[in-house]
């Protein structure tokens, strides 16, 4: 069996598993891994499961020296299923800069080729999925309707319900929900006489994300653990890593915070043994928020911290706008308001950019909540009704009474 260099990344010696034969996987690990000087050991972490975030150059090395060994061993058609490879592997590990540069170098060689719009559709929509993870709307928008044009060329009724499906999560994460429903609810049908269940698992947790979002506790724990059972007899990993998540923000809004807590941490195992970043800095952010309802302060700053880092290597704007939401609360529970003001008018200057009104409305009450706590009743007025607007218009029963009551204080 052909030996890899003990300092290969994962990825890598899966692309050379799969894509070259032994004497070409070991001309590549002896001229350009062996060289490298050992990475140093990760720092421990109080047995907290992380990714090490100076592996992204490292990387990027690899997989530009990968692609360029590539083209002088490989048939045009298996260079490109290699890039299609690379380009999906590399959105998971948070490296979108890379991933932008391969689905680029995909449409450039295929777009004008009508044998290949298959392959320049998919490589359309992996953009999408990367400017949408940026909270950058519109390009998404633009890759997504070329890939759902292309899709319609080849009729291929997967490739447009992948589409829709992304077209409802950019519209959910805009806190867009009437919208969201629509494009999930679209997919599903353009898949009914389609045996895909994972696509489908895929639609039916996002269906659950808004049930959750709307207090339809039961709905979501459904959809949420009819697709667990589906993700785990097929053991994808990373989609295990997600509903577990997702099953972990239920029992948080039910405040159930043992039982969420338990879910992240197996939320978060799960995305280390993926290698998938945004779940884990989004697992880091629920965690922290636990931790402020259950007021210890040092530990959600921690986590707090941990996810800024991470959302900070990805670009991912949402999560840090909330990432400032959850600082805002801890310093306002600290009784440190002027921290606790800035950090909470950051959060909702950051969702007003992006336009996430969820996130908005989100921001809003514990603003409202912070100038009723420092005696500014006009202010508090003000936050809380701001937030009562998007509350009613997506049917939040929980909310509406909740600042309906404190509007009445």
Same mark, same amino acid.
């Given at each position: 069996?052909?030996?890899?260099?003990?300092?290969?990344? &994962?990825?890598?010696?899966? *692309?050379?598993?799969?894509?070259?034969?032994?004497?070409?996987?070991?001309?590549?690990?002896?001229?350009?891994?062996?060289?490298?000087?050992? &990475?140093?050991?990760?720092?421990?972490?109080?047995?907290?499961?992380e990714i090490n975030l100076q592996d992204g150059m490292r990387i990027r090395s690899h997989i530009d020296l990968l692609i360029t060994f590539a083209e002088s061993k490989l048939t045009q058609e298996k260079l490109l299923s290699l890039l299609l490879y690379l380009g999906q592997s590399t959105i998971v590990k948070g490296e979108f800069t890379t991933a932008v540069d391969i689905h680029e170098r995909l449409i450039?060689?295929?777009?004008?080729? &009508?044998?290949?719009?298959?392959? +320049?559709?998919?490589?359309?929509?992996?953009? /999408?999925?990367?400017?949408? !993870?940026?909270?950058?709307?519109?390009?998404?928008?633009?890759?997504?309707?070329?890939?759902?044009?292309?899709?319609?060329?080849?009729?291929?009724?997967? /490739?447009? +319900?992948?589409?829709?499906?992304?077209?409802?999560?950019?519209?959910?994460?805009?806190?867009?929900?009437?919208?969201?429903?629509?494009?999930?609810?679209?997919?599903?049908?353009?898949?009914?006489?389609? &045996?895909?269940?994972?696509?489908k698992g895929k639609i039916e947790i996002n269906l659950g994300i808004i049930s959750n979002i709307q207090s339809n506790y039961d709905s979501a724990l459904s959809y949420f653990r009819r697709a667990l059972l589906n993700f785990e007899k097929v053991e994808d990993v990373r989609r295990v890593a997600e509903v577990r998540q997702d099953m972990g923000m239920v029992y948080t809004k039910k405040k159930e915070f /043992?039982?969420?807590?338990?879910?992240?941490?197996? @939320?978060?195992?799960?995305?280390?043994? $993926?290698?998938?970043?945004?779940?884990?800095?989004?697992?880091?952010?629920?965690? $922290?928020? *636990?931790?402020?309802?259950?007021?210890?302060?040092?530990?959600?700053?921690?986590? $707090?911290?941990?996810?800024?880092?991470? +959302?900070?290597?990805? %670009?991912?704007?949402?999560?840090?706008?909330? #990432?400032?939401?959850?600082?805002?609360?801890?310093? !306002?529970?600290? =009784?440190?308001?002027?921290?606790?003001? %800035?950090?909470?008018?950051?959060?909702?200057?950051?969702?007003?950019?992006? /336009?996430?009104?969820?996130?908005?409305?989100?921001?809003?009450?514990?603003?409202?909540?912070?100038?009723?706590?420092? =005696?500014?009743?006009?202010?508090?007025?003000?936050?809380? @009704?701001?937030?009562?607007?998007?509350? !009613?218009?997506?049917?939040?029963?929980?909310?509406?009474?909740? #600042?309906?009551?404190?509007? !009445?204080?």
């Amino acid at each position: 069996m052909t030996k890899i260099h003990s300092n290969t990344d &994962p990825l890598i010696e899966e *692309v050379l598993k799969n894509f070259f034969n032994d004497a070409e996987t070991e001309e590549f690990s002896s001229r350009y891994l062996a060289q490298e000087q050992p &990475p140093a050991d990760k720092k421990e972490s109080n047995n907290e499961s992380e990714i090490n975030l100076q592996d992204g150059m490292r990387i990027r090395s690899h997989i530009d020296l990968l692609i360029t060994f590539a083209e002088s061993k490989l048939t045009q058609e298996k260079l490109l299923s290699l890039l299609l490879y690379l380009g999906q592997s590399t959105i998971v590990k948070g490296e979108f800069t890379t991933a932008v540069d391969i689905h680029e170098r995909l449409i450039s060689t295929t777009a004008d080729n &009508p044998q290949m719009k298959n392959i +320049a559709a998919n490589a359309f929509l992996r953009m /999408g999925e990367v400017y949408s !993870r940026q909270a950058r709307w519109e390009l998404s928008f633009n890759y997504v309707g070329k890939a759902d044009s292309l899709f319609n060329d080849e009729n291929d009724v997967k /490739g447009n +319900a992948e589409c829709e499906n992304l077209l409802g999560t950019i519209y959910g994460d805009r806190g867009e929900l009437d919208k969201a429903v629509e494009h999930f609810e679209k997919a599903l049908a353009i898949l009914e006489d389609n &045996p895909d269940n994972a696509l489908k698992g895929k639609i039916e947790i996002n269906l659950g994300i808004i049930s959750n979002i709307q207090s339809n506790y039961d709905s979501a724990l459904s959809y949420f653990r009819r697709a667990l059972l589906n993700f785990e007899k097929v053991e994808d990993v990373r989609r295990v890593a997600e509903v577990r998540q997702d099953m972990g923000m239920v029992y948080t809004k039910k405040k159930e915070f /043992g039982t969420a807590l338990n879910e992240f941490d197996k @939320s978060l195992q799960a995305a280390v043994e $993926a290698n998938y970043l945004q779940s884990l800095g989004i697992n880091y952010l629920s965690k $922290a928020y *636990v931790y402020t309802q259950q007021s210890d302060y040092e530990l959600a700053e921690a986590f $707090a911290n941990k996810s800024m880092e991470v +959302a900070y290597k990805l %670009n991912d704007k949402i999560t840090i706008a909330e #990432i400032y939401k959850v600082k805002g609360i801890i310093q !306002r529970n600290k =009784n440190n308001y002027d921290v606790a003001e %800035n950090y909470l008018l950051t959060g909702l200057r950051l969702n007003n950019e992006i /336009g996430n009104l969820l996130n908005q409305a989100e921001s809003s009450y514990e603003l409202g909540l912070l100038y009723y706590m420092k =005696n500014d009743k006009e202010k508090s007025k003000k936050y809380y @009704s701001d937030a009562l607007k998007y509350y !009613r218009k997506i049917n939040a029963q929980e909310e509406i009474k909740e #600042i309906e009551d404190r509007l !009445r204080l």
